[in-house]
């Protein structure tokens, strides 16, 4: 997880992707990549079964099916009525992982989404507008765009990100929506160093050069050249995140400040039920299990892109 | 070189001054008021007023961030609403020992594990030892740090009773009870130092240096760890320097865990209770303390390899 200081370095060799000129072929080979077609399998099956929820849910995840709980308080072992039993309330425990993967899952994805595309905006924009010259009143006046920018994200790499992203849900109250930002908002900044990075070799490329001399407009030279060239290294970082993210939501439920107990995400089933590990190690162990197998697969798509993506890596393997 | 150092002295400074603004900015977006919670629920609406007029809370937004860092220049972080009108600053200092022997263990253990394995499985890329290097270290990643917490309490503690499962007061000696803790937060960051000593390891092997002192007829032992090894370390030792910095400003998690009373569970102590001047002060010590570390490591670095310190050229233009 990202536990100690956040790691900034390229995931992809940097002249690599410049050089192997044309990627003809990176399907093919990552489709025969091994680790590639385990994580896709995993993935898939986690996506998809909790996509399908409503429909293969076996039981309304908040039904409370008191009747049958034996009255010493424990919770249900599973049974043919209930596959992985029930919790301590009696709700179906598979129906609540299903939907709680829902949660876990869509905040994963969005709040990645939105890290990433804040951190390549700063990191892209960052390299190319540099300083940025602005008529005000008759004069002009240069704004260091880059500077600015970079700066921005060294102070944002030099906060204590848990500690402020508990603050802000703390201190604003508890919804997917917000911690989704919350988390985007603090880990945009690795992709935006990153990004930033190559896109400092990219400008000085004589396609550049050129594409600026031919008067293309500022806009569409991110679009058309810088883009295309940062566009693996934004898989990469993509593939990373699933597992950053989920791990970053797990953690804040655990501090009691990730998703509201109405909405549950895995992170939040498994802090909740952690007080049973001594009684029934089963409740706190299975969205344990799913974190684990969902962070595990993310990072062998992500492993198998970097390879695919960087020669250089690949033959030293 | 100096100006490298001046330069970048300048930007710490910026950044904790950035910090302590956004910290001063929390105190208006927390609904808890803070003259209310520290008269308690039953004062009077005058009581609540002398406590607002005598904490400066009446006064404008921005006279207020001037008292602000007034106080902040005097080492005075205000007191906790939560802990009796103690002052933020003695509980931090209270805590910080504990934070501190928890940290350097923690990062005792990711390297006595991280840095000899991985630098073991960069001289065989591909061998046994090597793959089950990267198995390791993929396996620790997916792992969530409280997660391994929980299930070493469970096995340790609760299952063998080799280590203790309520810890008492802290004491400093009492290497059983830092055990749980320190092994746990050492599992959690080595995948970082397998990953990195293996790929500066890997780099150094590659090196014309190696062929030579080869070549020259030394034992293998000697190439690996006299030669490739001295040179692999720099990486790791920034790493290491920065990771420090992160963990004194409080191990959140495993401190949580483990009700370790250092800052982090304190932090998560004082968010919870909205006892904001306790939040800010624990926010601007752990960014004071990843803003000095990550200082050391880039002088020492500049000091070692003085083509790092081209980071100022973009200010500084030939001045180092």
């Known amino acids: 997880m990202t536990f100690g200081a956040v790691r900034t370095e390229d995931p992809l060799d940097a002249e690599s992707d410049l050089e192997s000129g044309g990627r003809a072929g990176s399907w093919a080979r990552l489709r025969a990549d091994r680790g590639f077609q385990v994580g896709v399998v995993v993935l898939g099956t986690l996506v998809a079964a909790s996509v399908l929820a409503p429909w293969i849910a076996p039981h309304d995840p908040n039904h409370e099916y008191r009747e049958l709980m034996p009255l010493d308080g424990s919770a249900l072992p599973p049974s043919a009525m209930f596959p992985l039993g ?7 425990y598979l129906s609540r992982l299903l939907y709680a993967g829902r949660a876990t899952l869509a905040v994963g994805f969005a709040a990645n989404l939105v890290a990433v595309a804040i951190g390549t905006l700063v990191g892209l924009v960052a390299a190319y507008a540099r300083v940025v010259r602005v008529r005000a009143g008759g004069r002009s006046v240069a704004i260091p765009v880059e500077t600015m920018l970079m700066r921005l994200t060294d102070i944002g790499l030099a906060f204590p990100v848990l500690l402020l992203a508990i603050a802000a849900t703390s201190v604003l109250g508890p919804s997917l929506l917000l911690v989704t ?10 992709t935006a160093r990153i990004v930033y990075a190559r896109a400092v070799q990219i400008r000085s490329a ?78 706190p162990l299975l969205p344990g299990i799913a974190i684990v197998l969902t962070v595990f697969a993310g990072n062998l798509i992500a492993d198998a892109c970097r390879d695919v993506l960087d020669p250089r890596s690949a033959r030293a393997r | 070189m100096i100006w490298y150092i001046v330069a970048r002295v300048r930007w710490s400074v910026l950044v904790l001054f950035v910090v302590a603004v956004c910290a001063f900015l929390l105190t208006f977006v927390a609904p808890a008021d803070p003259a209310r919670s520290i008269a308690g629920p039953n004062a009077s609406a005058e009581a ?47 805590h910080l020992p504990a934070t501190i022997e928890l940290a350097v263990g923690g990062l005792a253990v990711a390297l006595l594990i991280g840095v000899p394995l991985g630098g073991l499985a960069a001289t065989r890329p591909g061998g046994h030892l090597d793959r089950l290097v990267s198995v390791l270290a993929s396996v620790l990643i997916a792992l969530p740090a409280f997660l391994i917490g929980v299930v070493a309490l469970y096995l340790f503690s609760f299952r063998l009773g080799w280590l203790p499962l309520v810890s008492g007061p802290w004491d400093p000696w009492d290497v059983r009870a830092l055990a749980g803790p320190a092994i746990v937060l050492g599992l959690a960051a080595c995948p970082g130092y397998l990953r990195i000593t293996r790929t500066a390891m890997a780099d150094q092997m590659h090196q014309d240096y190696i062929r030579t002192a080869r070549a020259k007829g030394l034992a293998e032992r000697a190439v690996i760890w006299r030669h490739a090894f001295r040179n692999a370390v720099p990486p790791v030792l920034s790493q290491a320097g920065i990771d420090l910095g992160f963990f004194l400003g409080g191990v959140v998690v495993i401190e949580s865990v483990f009700g370790w009373p250092g800052i982090g569970r304190q932090a998560v102590r004082a968010i919870t209770g909205e006892d904001v001047p306790m939040i800010m002060g624990t926010l601007l010590v752990a960014t004071l303390f990843i803003v000095l570390a990550n200082l050391v490591v880039d002088v020492l670095n500049a000091l070692i390899d003085p083509r790092m310190a081209e980071w100022c050229d973009e200010d500084g233009g030939q001045r180092a």
């Open chain 1, 181 to 190: 930002l919350v988390i985007a908002g603090v880990l945009w900044t690795t």
């Open chain 1, 86 to 92: 029930t919790d301590v309330l009696g709700r179906d």
């Open chain 2, 48 to 94: 609540v007023e002398r406590i607002r007029v005598a904490l400066g809370l009446d006064r404008s937004m921005l006279q207020q961030l001037i008292d602000y860092f007034g106080r902040l220049a005097r080492g005075d972080l205000g007191v906790s609403y939560q802990q009796g009108g103690i002052p933020v600053t003695d509980l931090i200092l209270g």
């Open chain 1, 206 to 283: 004589e396609f550049v050069t050129a594409s600026r001399a031919l008067g293309v407009s500022g806009p569409r030279i991110l679009r058309a050249t810088f883009l295309p060239h940062v566009l693996p290294l934004i898989v990469v970082l993509f593939s990373l995140g699933i597992a950053s993210t989920i791990l970053f939501e797990a953690t804040l439920s655990f501090l009691g400040a990730g998703a509201p107990t109405n909405s549950p995400t895995w992170g939040r089933l498994l802090s909740d039920h952690l007080a049973y590990y001594r009684t029934d190690l089963r409740l």
